[in-house]
């Protein structure tokens, strides 16, 4: 007896059964932390399939799994054959859009930033300044990490990167990701504000304002150089509201009320950080404007 063809219902069924058990199968390997499709599986000793950026952000914080909230170590397996699995689960195209979006933004984030690499090897400083960036405010999938995101901008700063030498200058003020060092921070302001730079500017104002490495106090050399800086786009909300204050006081600068209500209106505006921008509006609406 002749074997039955499928019929194309049959087809569409089975189909269907194909994509619904592909769906659910993924569902096992999703991170505990992030509810996602990891880009690098690792298995950690509480048993579970992480992703590595993920865990490794966990671990450093926590002493206990996020999956039992037992006791856990910190030795990580790379889960090769899962990560296999899963590339071939979203290749099989049986997968929606929504559970493979993310796991495909973060493969073309870590391409660019494989290509940033690659660049600032060669000695490209504006890749090295963009890989500072990401790794300042954990971009492309990243975690932040103040340690190398210095890294990146010294080399950057180093290869002449004025923009670079900001960042240095600012890392080495507040003791981010690298040692405080206001004699460096000095060198690095100075240099930056040199080349035109509004983040040398902004953190050079602070030497004259608060005498710090031996400067001379000099309340109107520091309003010129924040002012400049809050021209240039260099500050953010804070930075204007403090812009404001001093036109507000009279700080290095004749008293004008209308300049420190309208540098308030663009701190409001430029909206970050939250809490200065509260500030902001709050000063307005003390005074009734």
């Not at 493979?100 to 940033?116: N, S, Y």
């Not at 790794?135 to 002449?160: R, V």
């Not at 970050?272 to 000063?283: D, L, N, S």
Request: hydrophobic fraction near 40%; include cysteine; aromatic fraction near 6%.
């Amino acid at each position: 007896m002749p074997k039955r063809l499928p019929l194309q219902g049959d087809t569409a069924t089975t189909s269907k059964r194909f994509r619904s058990a592909i769906g659910e199968s993924i569902e096992e390997f999703l991170c505990p932390i992030t509810q996602a499709i990891p880009l690098e599986p690792v298995l950690a000793e509480d048993g579970k399939v992480y992703d590595r950026d993920a865990i490794d952000s966990w671990l450093k914080q926590h002493k206990r799994s996020p999956a039992t909230n037992l006791p856990i170590g910190t030795k990580l397996v790379a889960a090769t054959q899962v990560k296999n699995m899963i590339e071939k689960m979203v290749k099989s195209g049986a997968l929606s859009e929504e559970q493979v979006g993310p796991w495909k933004q973060r493969i073309r984030e870590q391409e660019e930033i494989e290509k940033l690499r690659e660049a600032a090897e060669r000695g490209n400083s504006e890749a090295s300044l963009k890989l500072g960036n990401i790794h300042l405010f954990g971009k492309n999938g990243l975690p932040a990490d103040f340690a190398k995101a210095f890294s990146f901008y010294f080399t950057a700063a180093q290869a002449g990167n004025a923009s670079g030498m900001g960042h240095v200058a600012s890392a080495y003020l507040h003791g981010r990701g690298v040692a405080m060092n206001h004699a460096q921070a000095l060198r690095w302001s100075g240099a930056a504000t040199a080349a035109g730079k509004g983040t040398g500017m902004r953190i050079l104002s602070q030497f004259y304002r608060d005498g710090l490495c031996g400067m001379p106090i000099d309340k109107e050399q520091a309003f010129v150089l924040h002012a400049k800086a809050c021209e240039l786009g260099a500050c953010n909300s804070a930075g204007l509201c403090e812009l404001a204050v001093m036109y507000e006081v009279g700080n290095g600068t004749p008293i004008d009320m209308e300049k420190a209500a309208a540098t308030m209106r663009k701190a409001i505006e430029h909206d970050k950080p939250t809490e200065a921008v509260q500030r902001a509006r709050v000063w307005l609406a003390a005074r009734g404007l």
